[in-house]
């Protein structure tokens, strides 16, 4: 539970976020993103751990911003090691009394504000943190480029986009899988 209240504070506190306007020229995007999606972390294969990760994403339209969003982006924790606390607590409900529900469900949580990038159906995913009383983005250093797919017939917005790494710990890509995928 105390993970759904993080959660909850994260995106509440992204909502209220404030920004600096850049002067330089910004690109567009011919769609809107508000929503969430599910993608999968792809780690390289020299990660320690899996390769491979399901990821959410939550894009909330901030507001008197056109084409700006704040992006709550969620890992989650492995399949395998959830299941076994997933099962005991529905089948077993003191079992959930003990040992919780479904408390360690992500592994990672990252807030963002997104803003359109340079290129055409661009964004750029700026790491949010807080300054005094405020959340600001945090612009030195290079963003994390979320590249949205041209492809005609797209299911969701995000279908077919990567979102590259701004830094080497992080996945070395995370995709939007198509329906082809």
Same mark, same amino acid.
């Given at each position: ?46 990660? *320690?751990?899996?390769? *491979? ?9 901030? !507001? ?5 969003y704040?992006? $709550?982006?969620?890992?989650y ?5 959830? &299941? !076994? ?9 003191? $079992? &959930? ?7 360690n ?24 943190? $807080?300054?005094?009383?405020?959340? $600001? !983005? *945090?612009?030195?250093?290079? !963003? ?6 041209t ?27 198509? *329906?082809?995928?």
């Amino acid at each position: 539970m105390s993970y759904l209240g993080l959660l909850a504070s994260a995106l509440f506190l992204i909502s209220c976020s404030s920004t600096n306007n850049n002067s330089r020229k910004l690109a567009s995007i011919d769609r809107d993103l508000t929503g969430t999606y599910l993608g999968v972390a792809d780690y390289g294969p020299h990660h *320690k751990g899996y390769n *491979k990760k399901a990821m959410r994403i939550y894009f909330h339209p901030i !507001p008197n911003e056109p084409g700006k969003y704040d992006v $709550v982006l969620l890992e989650y924790v492995d399949l395998l090691k959830m &299941a !076994p606390s997933y099962i005991a607590s529905n089948k077993l409900p003191f $079992v &959930a009394k003990t040992f919780g529900f479904l408390k360690n469900i992500t592994s990672t949580i990252a807030a963002y504000e997104a803003s359109p990038g340079e290129k055409e159906n661009t964004l750029e995913l700026w790491p949010l943190v $807080v300054q005094g009383n405020q959340i $600001v !983005p *945090k612009k030195d250093g290079k !963003p994390r480029i979320l590249s949205l797919s041209t492809a005609e017939g797209l299911t969701n917005a995000l279908e077919g986009a990567l979102i590259s790494p701004s830094n080497s710990s992080e996945p070395k890509e995370i995709f939007f899988p198509s *329906k082809d995928d």
